[in-house]
């Protein structure tokens, strides 16, 4: 059992309101169960919702509104599902301020990466959880 980015199940949780299925994941949950969690609606963010980086340590959005709170809650309540079901390994949308893995964008919303992890992967990683990106399977 894992846990993985509800979008990538194609759940319409992303901050555009679109799906964004990814074929591996979606062919992974054929053979294993994957739990679908959106760590931005998880912190109290609708969805659509605008769009937000990481500058400085701190979660804006394109208006420039602070809304780290609601990420770090949102990651909490992702390591809380991890610890219920006792989960070794998650799978998380690359590049996303909550979920990046090794990268995300610069906080320019320029389209720019950098290296760095989205608030719930640095939370997981933390806590001593694998997590990977639909771009590792």
């Known amino acids: 059992m894992k846990l993985c980015s509800a979008c990538l199940l194609g759940i319409n949780c992303r901050y555009n309101g679109k799906r964004k ?7 992974l949950a054929v053979k294993e169960t994957l739990i ?6 998880l ?9 937000s980086e990481i500058k400085n340590n ?3 959005n394109k ?4 809304i780290t709170k609601n990420f770090k809650q949102g ?12 989960i070794k390994e998650v799978i998380l949308k690359q ?4 979920c990046g ?25 933390e806590n001593n959880i694998n997590v990977i990106t639909e771009e590792d399977l």
């Open 63 to 66: 208006e420039g509104i602070d």
């Open 75 to 86: 990651a909490e309540e992702v390591l809380k599902i991890v610890k219920l079901y006792n």
């Open 21 to 27: 299925p990814n074929e591996k994941v979606i062919n």
């Open 101 to 125: 893995c090794g990268q995300i964008y610069d906080g320019t919303f320029s389209g720019i990466i950098i290296k760095g992890d989205g608030i719930t992967a640095k939370l997981l990683k």
């Open 95 to 98: 590049r996303s301020p909550s």
């Open 58 to 60: 701190c979660v804006v």
């Open 36 to 41: 679908p969690v959106c760590p931005e609606q």
């Open 43 to 51: 912190g109290g963010l609708a969805t659509p919702r605008i769009i």
